[in-house]
């Protein structure tokens, strides 16, 4: 595997249940990115790791929990969401926050609330 | 704050017809700023950037100018491909934001045969 990988690719889940997504990368970077893409909306930032602890935490809801067990690793777990969650999840890494280093991107999880 | 405005798509095209974008960003400081592509199914690309007043960055045929007069970025490719249809996005990134990126909203392209 090469890049950023995320898994699934696709979820479907009620609003009761519990899921989780994962992304990883094989790139050696040490910073990690969840995003959330919505149909004709900008791109959200929902949080940024740096050296696996958390760095930014831009008002998401906190039926969204975030984990980052190493740098290779994230994960985003999901409960009780809402049908408003349906979206577009995109990982990214890079080097540190901080430095001038492009994030690459997975390809994303499409996860549909029902 | 910061923010990126895009051209509202989608925008459809004949192949080999001419592409422009259009970007315009609002920021505090000197950003760097960055056009990335999504094709179907797939995550963001980094298609080129530009970190300067006047530089211009170009990949793939396409080619974007950093005009801070106009606070503009605006994409252009001379004669597209089918190959190019996909969804484009501007972003930014200030000086002092690490690499944290301010996106637009995406424009769609179709280029048909």
């Known amino acids: 595997e090469t890049g950023v990988t995320q898994t699934p690719r696709h979820l479907v889940m009620g609003m009761t249940n519990k899921k989780s997504l994962k992304c990883e990368q094989h790139?050696?970077?040490?910073?990690m990115y969840w995003y959330k893409q919505s149909a004709k909306k900008p791109l959200e930032l929902m949080f940024v790791y740096s050296l696996e602890e958390r760095v930014e935490n831009n008002s998401v809801p906190s039926r969204f929990s975030p984990e980052c067990p190493n740098s290779s690793h994230l994960f985003l777990h999901l409960h009780t969401l809402q049908p408003e969650d349906s979206a577009l999840y995109l990982c990214?890494?890079?080097?540190?926050?901080?430095?001038?280093?492009?994030?690459?991107f997975g390809p994303g999880t499409r996860l549909t609330v029902t | 704050g910061n923010s990126v405005t895009q051209m509202e798509g989608p925008v459809t095209l004949s192949e080999e017809a001419f592409l422009t974008i259009n970007c315009t960003y609002t920021?505090?400081?000197?950003?760097?700023l960055f056009w990335y592509v999504q094709y179907p199914g797939e995550g963001l690309q980094l298609l080129l950037k530009a970190t300067k007043a006047d530089d211009k960055g170009s990949n793939k045929g396409f080619e974007a100018t950093y005009r801070k007069e106009t606070t503009s970025f605006h994409l252009e490719k001379g004669s597209v491909q089918v190959s190019d249809s996909a969804v484009y996005f501007c972003?930014?990134?200030?000086?002092?934001?690490?690499?944290?990126?301010?996106f637009g909203e995406g424009t769609q392209l179709t280029v048909n045969p």
């Open positions: 920021a505090t400081g000197y950003p760097s």
């Open positions: 972003a930014l990134r200030e000086e002092t934001s690490g690499s944290r990126l301010t």
């Open positions: 790139l050696g970077h040490n910073a």
């Open positions: 990214a890494s890079s080097q540190l926050p901080g430095q001038n280093y492009e994030q690459y």
